[in-house]
């Protein structure tokens, strides 16, 4: 044989195993063993139906209890990272076999003590994925090796008493004091079930470094929670400057049934890389157990894998069998680097079983009963593993059952249920609860201040060509700056945003098309129409300004919302708004309103200054653009817990944006904003109004006398009946706006109603159905203010849809409304 053709030779063998290991990398994760109980049977992959040396060594590499996903990434290098590590045989090193054995015990014996002394009671066991928590300490350990200083945990209720003792660091008593239920007079009417607590605490990493721990509270909607730890983290990376995406991790934990099923899973990994939503990568770990309560993979998942939604970005994807602990810890720490290294997320998919039940009451027999034969004959999995390495594990569970035992008799001795979380410093300043008029503060700024900041948002950078409508709209404002012409909402709430900014408040906006605006009212950020380089003239008002953050978001609301609401739970300093497209698309989202914005207080004594923008105002356009649903809102108002308003001038909104922020109490703060109102000269303001006052929860009739009828409304059709009266010719009736609906501003609705004396009667108008908006919540507030006089409420007839898709229906309701509300006809609906 030639030189040649022993080269040539040695390229084609090369050639051929390059292929049988290329083959492995791509499908071989289709035949690794995963299933603990080997229900997950491999599938058939003719491309790995080949023999020999080189495709026995890459089945041991890629077809063990370890099964990558990677070739899917469209980076070469991030492929060869992955490669690499899994066919390096120094991350296949000996690990601390005594740390896992220990954690394994202690896992599976703080289980059984619970289900053996608080029999039938909820826990939500982790035993069958006992390796979570080997899994999280090898994460942990590894992030500290990496700088992390901070690790943010998010997970549903399996497992989470267990991560809240053995990973956060909390002591067992504080979680045993909870079956024992003490002084539930305590929380009479408010807290929440002891698995869906938050706990915040100290892992103790290798070399003495510690990593705080913050187990983020979460309702039984199980992956919402997704999008509020990648908020909170983000927020603690930006207060920690330049380092803050090495030392802030997040950590996600998921169920199999609700990563594939839930919705919002997709919204939450969809922002993974988004420049305004981005953390750096996170982990998200899928604990799975191959069931959702009662239902099997088969009918709950359209593709092999729960993980399979993750392919939708480009991050690798780890499943690992359960039972092998040692390969478990290896996949923690690669995921780990991977994220250090490139700066994105990685998924981790664990595959184990549920010994119990979908909780200890619930019986699985009844329909998994081939399932739970095997798992009731299947030993612990600290046995096993005590076992494989020769170890002994009985000291570990002696030892283990003495201090549980000490655990309960503390718990028992404890009056009050501890909290068992403690929240950070920059909370100090605020407060919850109910509202006190001591609360208030002046919110005006001197117009020779606006004025600066006004010139300063109407100038961009020299040779920057912009748009001539945006060009007429920037001259616009500077007239409005020199007070030559009345603000619209949007310059207002810009001079708001400066004058905020200016004082030291950060400021961060996101939602669909927000940096322009859906009515074209906003303009934060300027394009360049040659370049379309950006300038958002905000984030240059002066070098000791705060930071401003303003972002188109994706299509999502419920993800958004929920990012921002994290957000807003660890920079309470900040305005932090979530601005839906329409008011009406905030009910893709309820379940974060529902759960998190207008119960945490309630439920976790968890405060949040959220700003919700809700464009709400009956103008013809539909069911699906006309209403933010106040009604919604209202019914969830209870203790003082969310702020309600519909400002109904430019200067009111600017007001609004600055008490929220200066106040000290801090509540989600609902605003129904206008559209077509935007620029209305009726709703426009002087400069002057800004530079005065406070916000008005009421604005008085603009007559001095008393009236014999006063008409209460709120937002656009307070200006209608005002130009209705104007039209007519008339100084009465009273009309009356009420900016605030709550919490309900007795004591100035009521001062305003005693004005007017010899009313006969106070009617309540609204442009919504009789069913929706306000009405069935301030008609019985009126009229207890009313002291016996008549009470009215004139309003659309009732009905399932919010409004007509009709624009000539429509402008014949409207002008119905206001012939009700003048009395062109004695048809008006008694309150």
Known sequence: MTREQAVAEAASLQEIRQRIWDAFRRWGYLQADLDPLGDLAPSPVPELEISGADAEAARRVYCGTIGAEFMHLPDRARRLWVQERMESETDAAEPDRARILNLLVRAEVFEHVLQTRYLGTKRYSLEGEAALLPLLDSILRAAADQGAETGMLAMSHRGRLNVMVHIVGRAAAEVFARFEDVDPRSVLGSGDVKYHLGATGVFHAAGGREVQIHLVSNPSHLEAVDPVIMGRTRAKQIRRGERGRSEVLAITMHGDAAFAGQGICAETLNMTDLPGYTVGGGINIIVNNLIGFTTPPREGVSSRFSSDLAKRIPVPIFHVNAEDPEAVVRVGRIALDYRYTFGTSAVIDLIGYRRHGHSEVDDPTITQPLRYRKIEAHPPLWKMYAEKTGADGEPIVKRVHEELDAAQREAREIEERPPMRRLPRYWNHYRGGYYDPSFEMDTAISAETLAAIGQSLVNYPAGFHIHPKVKKLLEQRADMAAGKRPLDYGMTEALAFGSLLQQGVPVRLSGQDSRRGTFNQRHAALIDIESEEEYVALQHLSPDQAWCEIYNSPLSEAAVLGYEYGFSRDYPEALVLWEAQFGDFANGAQVIIDQFIAASEDKWKLLSGIVMLLPHAYEGQGPEHSSARIERFL??????????????????????????????????????????????????????????????????????????????????????LRAERKRRGETSPAIVMLEQMYPFPHAELSAEMDRHAHAREFVWIQEEPGNMGARSFVMPEIERLARGRAVLSVNRSESSSPATGSTRAHEMEQKTLLALAFRDSETETNG
């Open 635 to 720: 019914e969830l108002a209870a203790r003082d817990s969310i702020q309600i308003c519909q400002p109904s001038t430019a200067a009111q909104y600017f007001h609004l944006l600055r008490r929220q922020a200066l106040r000290a109490w801090r509540k989600p703060l609902i605003v129904a904003t206008p559209k077509g109102m935007l620029r209305n000269p009726a709703a426009s303001s002087p400069i002057a109004a800004l530079a005065r006052g406070r916000f008005q929860t009421v604005i008085p009739d603009e007559g001095g006398g008393s009236a014999d009828r006063v008409l209460i409304g709120t937002g656009k059709i307070g200006h209608e």
